[in-house]
């Protein structure tokens, strides 16, 4: 009884160690955890990453693990599948399409401007305090329609969201219940963000325009808590995914002064006689500030687990698996490991992002359908930073490991700038 959840303990203490140790002791291609009474399988060997997350549904899905959140997020995209998963993932693509997520390069370089003017006037600021508001702020002009959200709204849906994540991190692995007093009150702190999101939504919808997301989705037939449930799902996959992961690629940038004066060179290259980056050379030209995303997402792939179960008896990497069975896949311990990058923990520009053990989306029908976006605001943050600011100090070095909570939460990472001459010399003529 005991040996079922032995693993347990280790893995709430420290789970990032956890996974990185069972990845890196591997003996077999699968690794079984003592997680609780279901068979729980860490998936080890990158071959298998394929046929897993292209399994039809019928024999490999989302499964238990990912169930457990609807009784905290509901049922949307991430923890539903069949035909309706299908239709709204159709729904949320028109938006996020590779050449549709192109034109929102004038309006987030705008938006991630402001906030540069910020930055410039604190001259020293925390890394995620200004990379999650801008990545919230492109996904809700995304749903909502630009500018529809006042920043009271936005600064009411951060505290929604901060209201609803940890408990959502902390139900996927609880095997024994809460105790009643604690249900409660994690009962109410579900229901005062709930209440807050709905609040600011249905403010947000009677304003959205119509070529806004929310109207694909109310499009759809969503209305009322399904269509809550698929913003907010939308909302915490979008928002603090990127903005931890550009808070990491600021830091490395602030590390690196020749690699911020490469960037800064790089924007030049693909800006037009006024400055603007030129959406069409930002795919095509702009390769180092893609290669600075890759390494940022290698090193802090923000779904740093991501589960399947088995819903038939199958073979996989010599293992029989009965129904019922968990696979995790770990980028974090994936894309860390010697076994697949050298020198791992080291951030570079001179790797190869094409390889099996690289998965910060995922892959097949479920990968991240905001992947698009997401990849467009990391290299315009890294352009418009680095283009602005010269790093003039960086802290603390060695930065500590994220925090895995839903998604990897970064430490406070403080970074000192100074605007670039010809930057200054602008800002005093305007
Ligand atoms: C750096 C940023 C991001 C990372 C690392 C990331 C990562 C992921 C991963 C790994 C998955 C697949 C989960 C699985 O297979 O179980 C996923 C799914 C998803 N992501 Fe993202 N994501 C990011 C940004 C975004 C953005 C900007 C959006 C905005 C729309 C978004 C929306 C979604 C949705 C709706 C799903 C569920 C897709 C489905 O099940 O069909 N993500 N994301």
Same mark, same amino acid.
Request: with cysteine; glycine share 10%; proline share 9%.
């Given at each position: 009884m005991f040996r079922m959840f032995s693993d347990l303990s280790a893995f709430r203490h420290d789970t990032l160690g956890f996974f990185e140790s069972h990845y890196n002791q591997a003996q077999t291609p699968l690794v079984k955890l003592n997680l609780g009474p279901s068979p729980v399988y860490l998936v %080890? @060997? /990158? @071959?298998l990453i394929k046929p897993i997350f292209k399994a039809t549904e019928a024999d490999i899905d989302k499964g238990r693990l990912i169930y457990k959140l609807r009784e905290v997020i509901g049922l949307n995209s991430l923890t539903m599948s069949g035909q309706a998963h299908r239709e709204r993932r159709a729904a949320i693509h028109q938006h996020m399409a590779k050449g549709i997520a192109t034109s929102y390069v004038p309006e987030i370089s705008a938006m991630i401007r402001e906030f540069i003017i910020k930055a410039s006037k604190d001259k020293c600021f925390d890394a995620h305090a200004i990379t999650a508001p801008i990545a919230l702020r492109a996904i809700c002009d995304v749903i909502f329609g630009r500018g529809t959200l006042t920043s009271q709204d936005i600064a009411a849906l951060l505290n929604a969201v901060e209201l609803v994540e940890d408990d959502v991190a902390d139900?996927?692995? +609880? %095997?024994i219940p809460d105790w009643p007093w604690i249900a409660l009150r994690k009962k109410k702190k579900l229901a005062a963000g709930r209440a807050i999101m709905g609040h600011v939504i249905d403010k947000a919808s009677r304003k *959205?325009? +119509? *070529? *806004?997301l929310i109207q694909s989705l109310q499009d759809l037939g969503l209305r009322g808590e399904a269509l809550r449930d698929e913003i907010l799902l939308i909302i915490m996959a979008g928002h603090h995914t990127t903005g931890s992961v550009a808070a990491w690629l600021l830091y490395h940038i602030g590390l690196d002064a020749d690699l911020a004066a490469r960037l800064a060179k790089e924007a030049q290259c693909i800006c037009d006689d006024e400055g603007e980056i030129i959406p069409e050379k930002l795919n095509k030209q702009a390769s180092l500030s893609r290669t600075v995303a890759n390494e940022a997402l290698r090193l802090y792939p923000s779904s740093y687990w991501m589960s399947r179960e088995v819903l038939r008896p199958i073979e996989l990497g010599n293992t029989h698996l009965k129904s019922g069975t968990s696979l995790i896949i770990c980028p974090w311990a994936m894309q860390r490991s010697s076994q697949h990058y050298n020198v791992p923990e080291t951030f570079r520009t001179d790797r190869s992002y094409v390889s099996k053990s690289f998965i910060p989306f995922g892959? &097949? /029908? +479920? %990968?991240?359908? &905001?992947m698009g976006l997401a990849m467009l605001e990391l290299q315009i943050i890294a352009l418009e930073f680095a283009s602005n600011f010269e790093f003039t100090s960086v802290s603390p070095v060695p930065a500590p490991n994220p925090k895995p909570s839903v998604t990897l939460v970064p430490p406070r990472l403080m970074l000192s700038v100074k605007l670039r001459d010809h930057k200054s010399q602008t800002q005093n003529a305007a």
């Open positions: %080890a @060997d /990158p @071959d139900k996927i692995f +609880r %095997a *959205s325009t +119509r *070529s *806004s892959l &097949g /029908p +479920r %990968a991240c359908v &905001g």
